[in-house]
């Protein structure tokens, strides 16, 4: 048997994206060093259906191509209870010259003595390794972090007692990635339709509840140790990040949202960078889910509750009265009668 790897399909069918995947997965299948799988997009899979079983059917450490941030896919692959340890991946998307500075910003915060929800959550003793496939444009790239992935893995080999068979595998030179994609492995669940719902990062989630307390439409419950988590994914409204904005953790994530942010990119989760409320200091992120979350409730017939229902307790003591010079713009836009 190979090392596994998983290849999952984007979601659109865009010709650039499916002949990315099918070179990649067209290359490594024709290898014996990799046993090579292709699956519907990975947030859109059944929890009962043959993928995840595949995917739960090995026990060791495996690589996952996806189109999701790297963050993203992992939490996905653990609410099915695909769990393991976060593999590094040196293939990377260019997110601009601020990350650096955004990883350092989080790496302190999950350095504070903060109880997390991960932290009483024991992993397998196994890397996952989930590769986004948004971080470069050629095959190759990937092919060689696949490499370098398995070599890695060889090397916790040697650290005990490998057989033969792995020896060699991984003796081979380097494959010449320019050789043509042979056959292609079967897709598992092509033809699954798209879901929409919240992933917990429960290695930010600090277990608050104020997800629970601010979604009206019952997609989060407790499990029996009182801890959080979505019961009811398909109860949520599709296209409606609300929650994610009032999580005071960034620990709720949304795969396919439009913001990098909410879909499990570095960084805070906000409103839109052109907003105004957040350019005159308004707690933006909030409103912003208040406004979303009353679209929904007008949407399933239900009465708009704004700022009266849920309110995360950080906003307790927030003086509504007060004004601000988000406030005064609005005042004086009024009164120019644009």
């Known amino acids: 048997m190979g090392f596994p790897v998983f290849i999952s399909l984007g979601q659109s069918h865009h010709p650039a994206k499916r002949e990315l995947e099918k ?47 790297q963050r993203a896919a992992h939490w996905i692959l653990d609410r099915n209870n695909i769990r393991g340890s976060v593999g590094e991946i040196e293939l990377q998307p260019d997110s601009g010259d601020d990350d650096d500075e955004l990883e350092d910003e989080l790496d302190e915060e999950q350095g504070e003595q903060v109880p997390r929800v991960l932290d009483d959550r024991p992993l397998p003793d196994r890397q996952i390794y989930c590769v986004n496939l948004q971080s470069s444009s050629s095959a190759e790239d990937f092919i060689e972090e696949a490499e370098r992935i398995a070599a ?13 068979e792995q ?30 719902y919240p992933v917990i990062d429960f290695s930010r989630c600090t ?18 140790a009182e801890t959080i988590l979505v019961e009811q994914p398909d ?13 005071p953790e ?13 879909a499990g990119a570095l960084g805070d989760v906000g409103a839109l960078k052109i907003d105004l409320s957040r350019l005159f200091g308004s707690t933006s992120g909030i409103d912003t889910a208040v406004a979303e979350r009353d ?11 704004g700022a009266n229902v849920g309110m995360p307790k950080r906003q307790a003591d927030r003086d509504s009265t007060k004004r601000d010079d988000l406030d005064d713009l609005f005042d004086g836009l009024d009164a120019m009668n644009l």
């Open 207 to 224: 277990n608050c509840m104020e997800c629970i307390d601010f979604c009206l439409f019952g997609v989060y419950g407790v499990d029996r």
């Open 152 to 164: 890695s893995s060889l090397g916790q080999w040697i650290q005990g007692d490998p057989t033969e």
């Open 235 to 247: 109860n949520c409204r599709k296209g409606c990040p609300a929650c994610s904005r009032v999580c």
């Open 250 to 262: 960034n620990a709720i994530v949304f795969p396919q949202h439009k913001e990098p942010a909410v």
């Open 23 to 69: 070179e990649i997965a067209g290359y490594l299948h024709q290898h014996p060093e990799f046993q090579v799988t292709m699956l519907a997009n990975l947030y859109d899979l059944k929890p009962d259906g043959p993928a995840i079983e595949a995917l739960g059917a090995v026990e060791g450490e495996m690589l996952v191509f996806s189109w999701n941030y």
């Open 295 to 305: 679209v929904e409730l007008l949407r399933d017939g239900r009465e708009a509750v």
């Open 167 to 196: 020896l060699a595998r991984f003796q081979k030179p380097a494959n010449d990635a320019s050789q043509d994609p042979a056959s292609l492995p079967e897709t598992i669940e092509a033809e699954n339709g798209r879901r929409w």
